[in-house]
């Protein structure tokens, strides 16, 4: 299997994604509380990135439980799936109320009404996302896929885990940007291995640029 196609490797490349998006809207988040925003730029790239970021996660959750964890019955121990999903169930509330805030923010309504909100979810949700992740990535291993699925398999979970978290993510010219940007370079250069060469070469940095540059700020360079 290409190192592109590596379920693990691609698993893991989201995990950073939004290990970086939870540590950066948080630190932001508590920022913008204190000082406000400087201009509505700042605003209006604050909003876009932390919505980003819950969707990508809201999304990257069910996507999981849909699709990679039926599979993973019989192989992995039943205690730790069953702890894995209970985890998840844990994430619910906190993201939950992560996403209402970032609707409430998207609409314009006043910071004061929901920054407090936004703060407070993602500081229950980022140790929570942390001890998820260690526990998934020491349990979900390339041999455990390897005896589980045959290369063409992984390579469909990958597509439909892929194709589902752009179906519930945010808009491409905004999620795209995000996934991309929250990467370091070597990261990057490999999720844009797996995309259509049009949406990295043309659309990114032509006509969607306008529409994510005002997250840049809280982006990797």
């Known amino acids: 299997m290409r190192r592109m196609d590596n379920l693990v490797d691609n698993l893991h490349r989201i995990h950073r994604v939004i290990t970086r998006g939870l540590a950066t809207a948080r630190v932001h988040g508590q920022l913008f509380r204190v000082v ?48 894995l999903e209970a985890q998840h169930r844990e994430l619910v509330a906190a993201l939950h109320d ?19 909100e936004l703060v407070a979810a993602l500081a229950i949700v980022e140790p929570r996302w942390i001890a998820h992740i260690a526990l998934e990535q020491e349990t979900v291993t ?38 991309l940007y929250n990467l370091d370079a070597q990261d990057r250069a490999a999720l844009q291995r797996l995309m259509p060469p049009p949406v990295v070469n043309e659309l ?18």
């Open 98 to 116: 992560a996403v209402s805030a970032t609707e409430r923010g998207e609409r314009g309504e006043e910071p004061s009404a929901w920054l407090d």
């Open 142 to 179: 390339k041999p455990l896929l390897d005896a589980l699925m045959s290369r063409e398999d992984q390579v469909a979970l990958l597509k439909a885990l892929s194709e589902h978290g752009q179906k519930n993510g945010h808009v491409p010219e905004l999620a795209v940007p995000f996934a």
């Open 36 to 83: 406000g925003f400087a201009d509505d730029a700042a605003r209006r790239g604050f909003v876009d990135y932390a919505r980003c970021l819950v969707l990508l996660l809201r999304a990257h959750h069910d996507g999981e439980e849909e699709l990679l964890f039926p599979r993973l019955v019989g192989a992995a121990s039943r205690g730790t799936l069953a702890e």
């Open 204 to 221: 990114v940095p032509g006509p969607w640029r306008a529409r994510w540059a005002p997250m840049q700020p809280f982006f990797l360079p």
